[in-house]
């Protein structure tokens, strides 16, 4: 198909500040090259900067996190480059801009999201899920929601709505039986976790019940080098947000100078995206985004969506393309396909060729040819008739860094790339770091797939830096414009709002890649919290499990011929032995002995050795946690099984293959 063939356009929703955005139709086959001098627009305002590309810029960051001056050089001529490549093609396309939401909208959108739109306004309804939720929170996520919803019910009361606002008292006046049975879930919460019991959070005369972690418990004496992935980052902020102040992180740091970041281990495994069943995923995005908005409030920052404005653009191709859109064309030639093809083979071809090459990423291609090359990409990719053996390596990296930052929506997503920017805000490297990890964890699947392809080529990159003279704050400065600008970005900033903001996406990027590794796990407190979501949710439907199973008479035989097998199964874990299980290889459980040393990789390793008809890749399988107080989990190898089995006694353990 040729790309003049897929010029047709589509109208889709994305999310915009106001007054700072003028979203472009994108369109490889259009691109000119013209002069600097002609315009001025771009996410910064590089017209003056173009004097200074080889030498200091004229003002310095107020970033605490800053690169020296001279080390951004490559970032205003990366930029300089991006904005000379784009051309004249600057038409801004028809467009539907939204009411200027007020803050009571805003924080209703928000409420939305959290999955607690039930307890505002029209929304109101059954709340039990809300209560589920609530229950689980600790005490600064429930002020966080707490603010919200007072924010909202003020709001609507200022408008004189006729609908009549729920009082949060009315919601959350649980009867004395419904509250003993909270608390009660609280204390059985697993061993790491703090807690003390239920604690109000009032506002305005209305009250959220939260449960969870209290600053009392935290442990001062962690370095700053540790990171406690058991409490709450948000009750960690507001328990040490006086010591906080006092260690800043300093600029001008050398590679390696960044600090090494180290967790404590956890027994009963680290868990990372893409280990977890979609319902718990669903879960950890929700409480990602009540732990980050907590977690900025304890610092006085804001976080808010942005304005929705409808944009027009592309609905086939590969530059300039949703990656919604591309995915959908990739999974019809290659099912299952999570990361664009067209990134996957720009970044195999560039490896082929070694990444020995200096000045990889930083040294441009030729504009001439990087258009003639995306148009016949465009034409020639899926029909596989493109010769890539035509490309040379600078022109693909060149390709690369095209395809990034054309997306119409920014791969950090317009939703949340101010929250991705506000994170330079927080006083400690850190604090930062739990940020982005939170961030992270609330991405769309599309975006944190493809950011991840993307940062691991990255530091491949940098490995070779000894060859390549590309060191990791090389490679931030030149890849922070192409990841936090898009097109069509219109700045009203001035120099020195705009050299602050070029050097803190810089120190975003290194952070990113450097800690890439961390930014990827998710953190037990979350971990628990879901789990407590599963025990509270799997309570309320007990009921109706039961009298189900007193309707179906006809079962009652069958459970009767199963009993016998139950009671063995309880006679083998009182004994301290599980049955694992793995009905892709084998119709036969083995019995594992839990032992205090027994690890999920030496469960593996035991089925691996009786199984020898079948031919498995130890790394195409993994033990699964499933049911109990989880949907599924696939086991880290290092995680202890004693310990899991007392946190989830109540699980299935199967062995078969990875979710890929």
Request: include cysteine; charged fraction near 25%; charge should be neutral.
């Amino acid at each position: 198909m040729s790309s003049q063939q897929d010029s047709k356009g589509v109208v889709l929703t994305g999310f915009y500040q106001n007054n700072e955005v003028l979203p472009v139709l994108i369109d490889c086959k259009d691109e000119e090259h013209t002069s600097l001098s002609s315009r001025r627009t771009g996410q910064y305002n590089i017209h003056s900067r173009a004097k200074n590309a080889a030498g200091k810029p004229p003002y310095s960051s107020s970033s605490q996190d800053s690169l020296d001056e001279l080390s951004m050089d490559d970032y205003w001529t990366e930029l300089q480059h991006i904005q000379t490549s784009r051309g004249n093609d600057q038409e801004v396309p028809e467009e539907v801009l939204m009411k200027v939401p007020d803050e009571g909208e805003l924080e209703e959108e928000w409420l939305k999201e959290a999955g607690l739109s039930d307890l505002i306004g029209d929304q109101a309804g059954d709340l039990q899920e809300s209560i589920v939720l609530l229950s689980t929170l600790t005490r600064t996520q429930a002020a966080a929601v707490q603010k919200r919803v007072d924010t909202v019910t003020q709001t609507l009361r200022k408008k004189n709505r006729h609908h009549q606002v729920p009082d949060v008292r009315d919601i959350f006046g649980l009867p004395s039986a419904q509250s003993g049975k909270i608390s009660s879930a609280n204390r059985t919460l697993p061993a790491g976790t703090s807690e003390n019991g239920k604690q109000d959070v009032k506002s305005d005369g209305q009250t959220i019940i939260a449960c969870g972690n209290d600053k009392s418990n935290l442990d001062t004496a962690l370095s700053e080098t540790d990171i406690n992935l058991e409490i709450s980052f948000s009750e960690q902020a507001a328990g040490l947000k006086e010591q906080s102040k006092s260690s800043e992180p300093h600029g001008n740091e050398d590679d390696s100078l960044l600090p090494n970041f180290k967790m404590p281990q956890d027994k009963t495994g680290t868990t990372k995206i893409g280990d977890l069943a979609s319902q718990d995923m669903k879960k950890v995005h929700t409480l990602a985004l009540i732990e980050l908005t907590a977690l900025y409030d304890a610092f006085g920052i804001d976080f808010k969506s942005h304005k929705a404005v409808k944009i027009k653009i592309k609905e086939s191709g590969l530059f300039g393309v949703p990656l919604t859109v591309l995915l959908e064309q990739d999974q019809k030639k290659v099912p299952g396909t999570k990361v664009p093809l067209i990134l996957q083979k720009l970044i195999s071809h560039i490896e082929e060729e070694g990444l020995d090459t200096e000045g990889l990423l930083r040294i441009p291609g030729s504009a001439t040819r990087i258009k003639s090359l995306c148009q016949d990409l465009e034409a020639k990719f899926y029909e596989g008739t493109f010769a890539w053996d035509s490309i040379k390596q600078h022109d693909a990296a060149s390709l690369l860094k095209f395809f990034i930052r054309e997306l119409p929506h920014p791969l950090l997503t317009m939703e949340y790339l101010n929250a991705f920017i506000t994170v330079q805000k927080l006083p400690t490297r850190k604090q930062q770091l739990q940020a982005l990890n939170l961030l992270v964890l609330f991405l769309p699947e599309p975006s944190r797939d493809t950011l991840k392809t993307l940062l691991e080529f990255l530091q491949r990159v940098i490995d070779r830096k000894e060859k390549n003279k590309m060191t990791l704050n090389n490679i931030a400065v030149v890849m922070a414009p192409n990841l936090f600008m898009f097109k069509g970005f219109r700045s009203k900033n001035g120099d020195q709002q705009e050299f602050a903001m070029a050097t803190g996406t810089a120190n975003l990027m290194r952070l990113l890649i450097r800690y890439q590794n961390l930014l990827w796990l998710i953190p037990k407190f979350l971990m628990n919290q879901v789990r407590k979501q599963n025990t509270e949710n799997q309570k309320k439907m007990s009921k109706d499990r039961a009298m189900k199973k007193l309707l179906k008479k006809m079962a009652y035989d069958r459970e009767k011929h199963e009993k016998p097998d139950r009671n063995t199964t309880e006679t083998d874990t009182l004994q301290g032995v599980i049955r694992v299980q793995a009905p892709q290889f084998s119709k036969v459980s083995m019995a594992i002995q839990l032992k205090e040393d027994l690890k999920a990789s030496d469960v593996l390793a035991s089925f691996l050795s009786q199984i020898r008809t079948v031919a498995i890749k130890r790394e195409d399988i993994c033990l699964y946690e499933i049911g109990g107080n989880i949907g599924a989990r696939c086991l880290n190898d290092e995680t202890y099984m004693k310990d899991l089995y007392q946190l989830n006694p109540n699980a299935e353990w199967v062995i078969k293959s990875r979710s890929r």
